[in-house]
C-alpha cells in the first residue's frame, strides 16, 4: 500500500509539472542497486527510474546515475545505447571511447555497433587516408562480430559502399588498396568489393535480395561476361540456400527481444520465461546449422546468437552450460574455458559452473588446472570458516565466494574423487583429514555434512577395495554426535556392512544405534531394522523388533510404524514403492502415498511446488454455491479483469475525477484478454514493435521510448509504413542531404506497400532506420 501511495503521489507530482532532479534519481537508482545484492529486484521500480533517466540531459549526475545502472545491469543494451548516444552528443570522445571499450564485445547489440560505427567516422573524419583505413578497419570488425545477424544488411551495405566510395589515384585509395599495381587499381577494388559482396549473399539477412541484385549488376558490368556468368552461376545456390533459411530464420527472431532486464530466473515475469524458451528454441535451430556452413562460419553465427541471449539472460546458468557444452562438442576447450570463465564472473554464486570448468580441464588432459580450481575452492571454504570464527581477518582473507555447508561437503567430496583418478590414494586421504577438520570446525546448529564421511567411505570400498579404511571412516564419523544421530549416516554404514556380508556387525551397529535416546524415535531407523532382520534374521527376531519399535515409539510416530509394518513384512529388500505393494497386496491406498509425489519435489516441503496455491480462473469468477466470492458480482467478467478490479486500491485513495466503473468495464470487456492475446502484446512491447496501421494523425505509437523514434530492443518485426515519418537520416527522401547510389535504388520504385524496398528488407522499417541514424556519421 505504501508502495501504492508513493506512486500516485508521485503522478500527481508529475501532473502539478514537477520533475525528478538528476541527483534525486541518482539517489533513486543507487536504493534500487542496494535492493538487488538483497535479491529483491524491483522491476516496475527500475522501468520507471529508466524512463525518468533517458529523457534527462547529461549531467554529472546523470552520468552517475547511468555507471550505476549499468553496473548492476551490465547487459542492458538500450542504457548502453543510450549512454553512448548522450556522450556522441556531448562530442566527449575520451568517455565514448571507454564506453565502448566497457560494452562492445559482451553487448552484441547491432544499435550499439551503429554507434560504434558512427564514433570511428567522426573520430577519423579528417584523418584523411589513414582515417579511411580506420573505418574499413571497423567494419571488418564489426561484420566479423556481428555479420550474421539477420538485421545485418546495413552493416554489409556500408562496407561495399565505403570500399567503392574512393577515387582511383587518389591517397584514401592508395591506402585501402595497398596492394593494387599501377595500372590494375580498379582490378584490385572488383576483388575487395567482390569478396564482400560473396560473403554477404550467404547470410541470412534482411538485406539480402536488394544486395543479391547489386552483385548481380556489379558483375554483369564488368568487362568479362563469361567471367561474370561463371561466378554467378557458381553462387546462385549458395545465394538461394540464404533466402530460404532467411524466411525460416525471420519466423524464429520475429518475437525474440534484447530489451528484457537481465535479471535471475523467477525475477522478470512470465514474460521472461516465455523469451527464454523462444531464445532456447533459436538457439537450438542455429546449432542445428539448417544451411550446413562451414565449421569457421556456423561458430561465428552460433556464438553471436548465445551472446545475444546472453544479453537477456545473463543470470541463467543453464545458457552458458549449453554455450560451453557446445563449444566442448566441436572440440574447442579453449572457447569453452573461457565462456565458463565468463560464466563464472557473471554468476559467481553458481558452483556447477566451476565443477564443469574442473570437469573440462580434465577430460581434455590438463588435471592440475582442475586441481587448482578444487584447491581455490577448498581454501576458500576453509578461510570462510576462520573469519567466521575469528581467527582470520576479513582483511587479510580478501574477497570471499559465500558457500553453505552443503556446497562445501559437495566440493570436498568431488575433489578427493578427482585426486584418486588423477593422482593416487594418499592424496585423497590427506584430503579427507583436511576436510574433516573443517566439518568440525562447523558451528552446532550448521548442516552435520554426513555425506563427507559416507563419499569417503564409499571411495574406500568400491574404488580402493579397502574395506578395513571405510569402515575407519564410518566409525570416526560415529565418535561425532552429528553424524552418530544421522539416521541417513547410519543406514550408509548399514548398506556397506551388509554389502560386505558382515550381518554381525551390521546387527550391532543398529542396536547400538537404536540404544540412544533420539535415534529411538527415529522411525526410519526402525523400518530399517525391520528390513535387516526379515532378510538376515527369522520372523520370531521381526516380531521382537516390532515390539521394541512399538515401544520406543510414541504418538504419531507408532502410527506411522504401524502403517509400514505390513509393506515391511512383505518387501525386506525395499525394491518396492509403498503404491505399489498396496496394489499388489489389493490394500486401500495409504495416505502417505499421495502425498509422497509432493513432499519428494525437494521445495522446502511445499506440496505440488511452486505455483500449487495458485486458485483456478473459476474459483475467482464463480457466481453461487459453496466457495463463492463473498462480494456480489454484478457483471461477467473475464478473470483477468476480475483480478485487475481487485488488485486496485480502494475508492477513499483515489483523488480528483472518478471515472464511469461501466465505461472502463466496457472497453475492457471489448479487448481480446485471451492468453495468446495477451502475451503477443507483451511481447510486441519488449521487442520494440508499434501499433499495426491506421493510427491516428499525430498519435504516438505505443512503447516509444524516445521522440520521433521507436522503442529500443531488437525490434524484428516490420510495421506498416502508412503515418510515418520521412527516414531520419540522409538517404531517403526529405532526408537532410542528397542521395546516394543506393539510396536511390532503395526509393525508386518504392510504390509497395509491404514495409519493405525492392528486397533491402527494411528501408523504413523502424529499427533498420535507428540502425541508419546510428551508423552514419
Known sequence: MDRERERMDRDRGRGRGERITPAQLLGKVRNLKARNTEDKYDVPGWDQAWDELKAMPLTEDSRAAYEELVSAFPTKADVWCKYAELELGAANMPALKAIFQRCLMQVPSLELWALYIKFIRRSNKSKGPEGAVEVRNALNFTLEVTGQDINSGPFWQDCITHLQSAKPGSPEFAALFPQAMAGQEDQARIAAVRKVYQAAVCVPHSHLEGLWRDYQRFENEGPNKQFAKKVLDEWTPKYQSAKAVYRERQKRTKHLSLALWPLPPGKGGLLQESQAALWREYLAYERSNPQGLEATTLQQRVSLAFDQALICFLHFPEFWLDYAD????????????????????????????????????????????????????????????????????????????????????????????????????????????????????????????????????????????????????????????????????????????????DLDNARALLARVLADEVNTRSVMLWQRYLAFEGMAGDLAAVLEVERQAVAALAGEEVELLRAALPLVRRDYNLLRAPQELRRILSL???????????????????????????????????????????????????????????????????????????????????????????????????????????????????GRSEPGGPPYGYGYGSPGRDGYPPPPYGDGPGGPGPMDEYAKRRY???????????????????????????MDG
Request: aromatic residues 6%; charged residues 20%.
Open 326 to 501: 557446445w563449444h566442448a562438442s566441436c572440440g574447442r576447450a579453449d572457447a569453452a574455458a573461457a565462456t565458463l570463465s565468463k560464466a563464472q564472473v557473471a554468476l559467481p554464486q553458481c558452483l556447477q559452473l566451476r565443477l564443469l570448468a574442473a570437469d573440462l580441464h580434465e577430460r581434455t588432459g590438463n588435471p592440475q588446472q582442475a586441481v587448482a580450481i578444487y584447491e581455490g575452492l577448498a581454501q576458500n571454504l576453509e578461510q570462510q570458516q576462520a573469519v567466521t570464527r575469528g581467527t582470520l581477518a576479513a582483511a587479510e582473507a580478501g574477497p570471499l565466494l559465500p558457500m553453505t555447508p552443503e556446497q562445501g561437503e559437495l566440493v570436498w567430496s568431488q575433489y578427493m574423487l578427482l585426486l584418486r583418478r588423477v593422482e593416487n590414494e594418499f592424496h585423497s586421504r590427506k584430503l579427507f583429514l583436511r576436510a574433516r577438520k573443517w566439518q568440525q570446525g562447523l558451528a552446532a546448529g550448521d548442516y552435520s555434512c554426513w555425506r563427507l564421511y559416507a563419499d569417503a567411505a564409499m571411495l574406500e570400498w568400491r574404488r580402493g577395495r579397502d574395506a578395513g579404511a571405510a569402515r575407519n571412516i564410518f566409525e570416526k564419523g560415529l565418535e561425532d554426535p552429528r553424524l552418530f544421530r544421522e539416521p541417513q549416516f547410519v543406514l550408509a554404514y548399514l548398506d556397506m556392512l551388509t554389502g560386505l556380508g
Open 588 to 702: 486401500p491406498a495409504g495416505p502417505s502415498d499421495a502425498s509422497a509425489p509432493a513432499s519428494s519435489s525437494g521445495r522446502g516441503g511445499v506440496a505440488g511446488g511452486p505455483g500449487a496455491n495458485i486458485r483456478p480462473p473459476a474459483e475467482y469468477t464463480s457466481t453461487g454455491g459453496v466457495g463463492a466470492p463473498s462480494e456480489p458480482q454484478l457483471r461477467e467478467v473475464a478473470p483477468q479483469v476480475y483480478l485487475f478490479n481487485k488488485s486496485l486500491p480502494p475508492p477513499e485513495m483515489v483523488e480528483g475525477i472518478v471515472p464511469d466503473v461501466d465505461q472502463v468495464l466496457d472497453v475492457l470487456l471489448a479487448l481480446d484478454l485471451s492468453p495468446a492475446a495477451v502475451m503477443q502484446a507483451c511481447l510486441d512491447l519488449e521487442s520494440g514493435k508499434t501499433l499495426a496501421q491506421g493510427e491516428p494523425a499525430g498519435q504516438e505509437p505505443y
Open 748 to 774: 525508386a520504385n518504392d510504390d509497395d506497400d509491404d514495409g519493405y524496398d525492392d528486397g533491402y528488407g527494411g528501408g523504413r522499417d523502424l529499427y533498420h532506420q535507428r540502425l541508419r541514424r546510428r
